[in-house]
């Protein structure tokens, strides 16, 4: 059942004519422009869409599951072109109307109640206003990931991004259509390359070559369609999709969905499919975000989504129609190139909405040819061809073996020292390489001499100690080359142990290289010894910021949200992007250093565990449960079963700390005395009643109201992170994109109001 918003007042005849001078003015190239947007909290899915009416332009009316209360957004004299939608906020691309000259994108939040918050209330409290972050000429595209937004203006083909401070747009650009990603945005080229941007460096360096027809982003992969309609994905959830071809497309969270050319759709991933009941029906356009997909059906232009439980309706369908009739494209009031949406004129208060024009499919690569006839090779010719072809490759393998032989007879065979061993040569007995050669690039380590570490730390003194920890004591130590280093000393346990955790720490640092893990530079092996060299941490550890230290840059709520963000990204990169995946298994504080700049670093990876590879069983890895008290996953020392999400329950109280202030145990009395308690048991009760003021830490200033809203969003994502069962926490990207929005509220500058202004009299 469809569900009915209130409709606007009818726009003037002065608002209507601003809209037929903008819209005449858009180009008819297809284009990312969106009339429906799916957004997320962390406990909502929340669907716009732009609405057709018969008495005004269309508005944008939104729903929130799971009890899709219908929430109208008028922007009275603004008419609507396309929305955007991602993590707690969606934006609307508005044209000129009777109050601007200019074309803008204004977003509103959510908070998890589903209902809207706008970035600014009036004086009274209630007056829901949205945010401009855009004015000037109209978009031909607007796109949203799980955080960012990106369009190109009309006329340029200049790619802008908002909500993305750490992503440099280069200025020379060409693209036709785009795709935002989670940290990366993919683009068309007008002669149909495709071309990723962004941070994620592993989806930009794999993007496949070719001419294209359209692109789709999602998290961790993306998707394009050629010429000839076939689909290709990369990246690490692009998994192998279907074949045939395809007209549309759209990508999630590590699950794509796509329209054949007869409309129907097709969805792929790992144990999701199109519901059922949805496999015969085809649709106009298609659209995801995170787990949730939605499209548009072809024959009223209803509105219907799936992909999540929540959509469910009440007939145990697997998925949900939200709206009865919503706009299937943008309005165009110029002719259409090719075609239009049948009774689309009924849908815009002028023109129609425009069908995408059939690629120019690829010619295919033509035959031999003799005089004016084509014919095939024959099989005689054939094998002539194949007979010349090895003949001429033994050749010069023999003559290559001569020139060798020659070559080595005059010069001895001698090879440069560190051109690396030859295949299936053994290098030099006892040394580390040959014990530890499998374990990773052991190449790119230093190897260091036992007696240089020795004379730097004055013979492992204590004047040089700086801590300890489970595999032994952390010195701190300048090299002859001037580089300030941690050498981690293992002293303590059994020769075993110290092997195990210095193998394991060996083993997983090689492998990974990430701006949030604190780097391994090099190791010294020389019996009896086990060392390990890091680059050093000015700052210290978080432990000691949030529970030892008296005063500290820490006690401010948003250098807070920074430090678990870093952290968030050093875990996410070992969960997602780490070949093979790794699994921490010793998150907490003390486990997080903070650099001379204060980003925040994983470090200590004694623990640590290679995870399922994509051959390998993927569903978990059964041992002894290891870990620290009160950060160990009570689902994994249950059940001796470990994966990733034991790391994000551990992160889930790591995040507890820092809003609380409080350790991991800690005693209930604020002097240290009392039963111990866990800070789980602690907090999460007041945060899900919506008290979380009564719980946050008292060292720091009260939060600001942009602060506050940022700090409720941390608590409901911690309170998430602490289920019980691993299957319902949210997965390390998730938690990413939640604490990138969470940051992004905290730096928010604040209006200036009038009242705050002073003009001195002359």
């Avoid at 079963?641 to 991991?664: M, N």
């Avoid at 060292?699 to 911690?718: C, D, N």
Wanted: hydrophobic share 40%; net charge neutral.
């Amino acid at each position: 059942m469809a569900l009915a918003g209130s409709l606007p007042s009818v726009l003037s005849g002065a608002s209507i004519i601003f809209f037929f001078f903008s819209i005449a003015s858009l180009p008819l190239t297809c284009s990312s422009l969106s009339t429906v947007s799916i957004s997320h909290t962390s406990n909502y899915t929340i669907i716009c869409a732009l609405i057709p009416s018969s008495n005004s332009l269309s508005y944008l009316n939104c729903t929130s599951s799971p009890n899709w209360v219908s929430i109208p957004i008028s922007l009275p004299g603004i008419p609507l072109l396309a929305v955007a939608g991602g993590e707690g906020f969606v934006c609307a691309h508005t044209l000129p109307g009777i109050s601007s000259s200019n074309a803008s994108i204004r977003c509103w939040r959510f908070t998890n109640d589903g209902t809207v918050l706008a970035f600014r209330r009036g004086r009274d409290g209630t007056d829901l206003t949205s945010k401009r972050i855009y004015s000037g000429p109209a978009l031909d595209e607007l796109a949203a990931g799980a955080t960012h937004l990106c369009g190109v203006v009309t006329g340029t083909s200049r790619l802008q991004c908002w909500q993305w401070p750490t992503f440099d747009v280069p200025d020379l650009l060409n693209l036709s259509r785009i795709a935002v990603g989670g940290d990366f945005v993919c683009g068309l080229s007008r002669n149909g390359n495709v071309q990723c941007l962004g941070l994620d460096r592993e989806i930009i360096a794999i993007s496949p070559r070719g001419n294209y027809s359209a692109v789709a982003a999602g998290l961790p992969h993306a998707c394009s369609i050629s010429l000839n309609g076939m689909l290709q994905c990369w990246g690490p959830g692009g998994r192998s999709p279907p074949s045939g071809e395809f007209q549309a497309l759209a990508s999630g969270g590590n699950r794509s969905c796509a329209l054949r050319l007869n409309g129907t759709a097709v969805c792929w991933a790992e144990d999701f499919r199109l519901p059922e009941g949805l496999r015969r029906d085809e649709f106009v356009a298609i659209l995801g975000q995170g787990g949730v997909f939605c499209g548009v059906f072809a024959y009223n232009y209803s509105l219907v989504c799936w992909g999540s439980k929540i959509l469910a309706s009440d007939n145990n369908n697997s998925y949900y129609r939200v709206f009865d009739r919503v706009l299937p494209g943008t309005c165009r009031i110029t002719a259409c190139p090719c075609s239009s949406l049948p009774d689309s004129e009924s849908l815009c208060s002028a023109g129609a909405i425009c069908m995408p024009c059939p690629p120019v499919k690829e010619p295919l690569q033509p035959t031999t040819t003799s005089g004016s006839g084509r014919r095939r090779l024959s099989r005689a010719n054939l094998a002539f061809l194949v007979v010349g072809a090895v003949g001429s490759t033994v050749a010069l393998v023999i003559a290559a073996y001569f020139l060798i032989l020659r070559f080595c007879l005059g010069k001895s065979c001698s090879r440069v020292h560190d051109s690396g061993r030859l295949e299936g040569e053994a290098p030099p007995a006892g040394s580390t390489r040959s014990r530890y050669g499998t374990l990773g690039p052991l190449e790119r380590l230093e190897e260091f001499p036992l007696h240089v570490l020795a004379e730097v730390t004055g013979g492992f003194s204590e004047d040089h100690l700086v801590g300890s920890g489970g595999f032994g004591s952390v010195y701190r130590a300048r090299l002859p080359d001037g580089r300030d280093v941690a050498i981690k000393r293992a002293e303590s346990g059994s020769r075993q142990e110290k092997d195990h955790a210095f193998v394991s720490e060996l083993a997983q640092l090689s492998r990974v290289n990430h701006k949030n893990l604190v780097q391994l530079l090099g190791f010294c092996d020389e019996e009896p010894e086990r060392v390990l060299v890091y680059e050093f941490m000015a700052n210290g550890t978080l432990h000691e910021h949030l529970h030892k230290l008296e005063w500290s840059p820490l006690m401010e709520w948003t250098p807070r949200m920074k430090v678990a963000l870093d952290a968030a990204r050093g875990i996410e990169y070992l969960h997602t992007y780490a070949v093979p995946p790794v699994i921490h298994r010793d998150i907490k504080s003390s486990n997080i250093l903070l650099n001379e700049e204060w980003t925040a670093k994983v470090a200590d990876f004694g623990l640590s565990l290679k995870g399922p590879g994509e051959d390998e069983e993927r569903s978990h890895l059964s041992m002894r449960a290891a870990g620290t008290i009160g950060y160990i996953d009570p689902e994994y020392f249950r059940r001796q079963v470990l994966t990733s999400k034991s790391d994000v329950y551990s992160f889930g109280v790591l995040l507890l700390e820092l809003l609380t202030g409080r350790k991991a145990i800690h005693r209930i009395d604020a002097d240290g005395g009392g039963p111990p308690r866990n800070v789980v048991d602690y907090a999460i009760p007041y945060i899900v009643s919506d008290n979380i003021h009564r719980v946050l830490d008292p060292r720091v200033p009260p939060p600001t109201p942009y602060e506050i809203e940022a700090v409720a969003y941390v608590g409901y994502l911690a309170a998430d992170c602490v289920r019980l069962e691993g299957l319902q926490r949210p997965s390390m990207p998730e938690i990413v994109a939640g604490l990138e929005r969470a940051l992004a509220v905290c730096l928010a500058v604040p209006p200036i109001s009038p009242s705050s202004m002073s003009v001195s009299s002359p």
